[in-house]
């Protein structure tokens, strides 16, 4: 008998725990967009008091198959089993009623209401008909202290970090007082500090008996926090190990299809003249004193914890926010740029930290997000766009960029991270850069696709474009880069070359 997600509430909430062997079971689950199966009769299996992670390439459905679970998607056909009795999620109020939360890759929170009323919203508690904010600050401090979380409960969420917000995301979670507790990337904006924060609350929440199931990239957070983990490729279910049964390789090989043999394929290339330099570059209240030169083929990557400035560096030499102070110089020549339209014309692109908030139009299409940047120069005469040679142009490029899509009318929101990632960097390339800003270029992207935007990377430089890699990844940074610039603090700590650097440098210099 299915029982819906109200009765498993009631369950709940009378203490009442059925003798099944998994907490969860998903069973010969499909899924089909127009266009592409996103899901192959999936299986899934999650046993009480564990964590349990999911790897593969973007695209793989993970993603896919946590927000059936979680009820934002319907499945096309399968069955779903909560603590041994088959259940139908229509909607995530269902899922939640049923006991199960999902932290999104993509915060969902609202910037202009409080950290409390994020986390208690619907929730809220009241008092003569009216909301009780004093209760409901309360509560979330309650929460926050069980959490070893210090964030202000009043404070509004526009006011936080990328960082402190994946944080309340969590908290938010945590409140449902969840059996089944979905963390999609939930480390892709924490420092190494808050990481291992985050998974003293993992730990906690386990060893209450939760099930835990962790979707993640990163090859050691597999293998420091799950129990077990299962492999997806291509939308299909590849198998399930103990994580201790399985080796990073054996990992990467079941996601990819095949190895991967050099994860930073940093090729040979010339480094010619300066054609970027930075003198005591500052934004007023935010980084100062910043100076470097970035030669033509050079990798340039730039380290520091979150926070550092990075990230308002480069955004300040592209234009996005002008300098208070300083010069910028271009193959020798002063230039004034006030604008990112100053910084397309002086040659440069970026690429941004996040998708979603700065990246991608969402609702638009694939093709239409690729041609942004070429609309108004390349590919207009008289004032019209030639229409027909932007999609050529974006076609050559999707085929270039393998980016996996039906075609490129399909809105950019129904691709994964990975392939809206190359969709991005493919908009930049077309513009023909001569100096490219990258900002984070593989966060939230699988072993794969990181190693073809590595490739991507290191032929473009090869070809003397000169790139500024900005990356919280360390090895990523060591693997690819010619120069590494360390900041803290808003200021440059030390500029080392590839053959000084190594992991203990950098962190001392960005903790200086």
């Not at 266009?35 to 964590?51: E, H, K, Q, T, Y």
């Not at 979680?70 to 995530?92: H, M």
């Not at 008909?129 to 209760?135: L, P, S």
């Not at 399909?410 to 908009?427: A, F, M, P, T």
């Amino acid at each position: 008998m299915m029982l819906s997600p109200q009765t498993f509430k009631m369950i709940r909430e009378a203490g009442v725990v059925p003798n099944a062997e998994y907490l969860l079971e998903v069973s010969n689950v499909r899924k089909a967009f127009p266009g592409v199966v996103a899901l192959d009769n999936v299986d899934l299996r999650i046993r009480r008091g564990s964590v349990h992670a999911l790897m593969g390439e973007n695209g793989a459905g993970k993603s896919t198959l946590m927000k059936i679970i979680a009820g934002v998607y319907p499945p096309d056909s399968g069955t779903i089993r909560l603590k041994g009795n088959e259940i139908r999620i229509a909607t995530p109020l269902d899922a939640l009623e049923a006991g199960i939360a999902m932290i999104h890759q993509e915060l969902n929170l609202m910037p202009y209401m409080t950290v409390a009323e994020n986390i208690w919203i619907r929730r809220e508690p009241l008092r003569f008909g009216f909301v009780d904010h004093r209760e409901m600050n309360r509560r979330t401090a309650a929460l926050f202290e069980r959490l070893a979380i210090d964030i202000d409960p009043a404070s509004e969420v526009r006011d936080h970090s990328v960082a402190n917000r994946q944080m309340i995301e969590i908290a938010k979670a945590v409140s449902y007082e969840s059996d089944v507790l979905i963390m999609d990337e939930p480390t892709s904006a924490l420092t190494d500090r808050e990481v291992d924060h985050l998974f003293r609350i993992i730990r906690d929440l386990r060893d209450q008996g939760k099930g835990i199931v962790y979707i993640t990239h990163k090859m050691n957070e597999l293998f420091t926090i799950a129990d077990e983990v299962s492999i997806f490729r291509d939308g299909r279910y590849i198998a399930t190990h103990a994580s201790k049964d399985i080796t990073r390789d054996q990992v990467i090989s079941a996601m990819v299809g095949r190895e991967i043999t050099q994860m930073f394929p940093k090729e040979e290339a010339t480094i010619g003249e300066v054609v970027l330099s930075v003198k005591d570059l500052a934004l007023e209240g935010v980084f100062r004193g910043v100076s470097f030169d970035l030669r033509k083929g050079e990798i340039l990557g730039l380290a520091g914890l979150v926070g550092s400035g990075r990230t308002n560096v480069a955004e300040t030499i592209f234009g996005v926010t002008p300098a208070t102070s300083g010069e910028i110089r271009l193959n020798g020549e002063h230039i004034d740029i006030r604008s990112p339209r100053d910084g397309m014309k002086a040659g440069m692109a970026l690429l941004t930290e996040d998708r979603k908030d700065t990246g991608c139009f969402l609702s638009l299409s694939v093709l239409e997000n690729m041609q942004m940047a070429v609309l108004t120069d390349r590919y207009t005469a008289g004032g019209f766009v030639q229409q027909g040679r932007v999609d050529v142009e974006c076609g050559k490029m999707k085929d270039a960029m393998r980016v996996k899509t039906p075609d490129l009318h399909e809105r950019i929101e129904n691709l994964s991270g990975g392939n809206q990632q190359k969709v991005l960097i493919g908009r930049w390339l077309l513009t023909n850069p001569k100096i490219l800003i990258l900002d984070e270029p593989t966060r939230g992207i699988d072993v794969g696709a990181k190693a073809e935007i590595h490739r991507l990377i290191s032929r473009l430089a090869g070809q003397g474009v000169a790139v500024i890699m900005i990356s919280s990844e360390l090895p990523e940074v060591l693997g690819m880069s010619d120069r590494i610039i360390v900041m803290h603090e808003g200021r440059v700590t030390g500029i080392l070359d590839r053959d000084k650097a190594d992991q203990v440098s950098i962190m001392q210099l960005a903790a200086a």
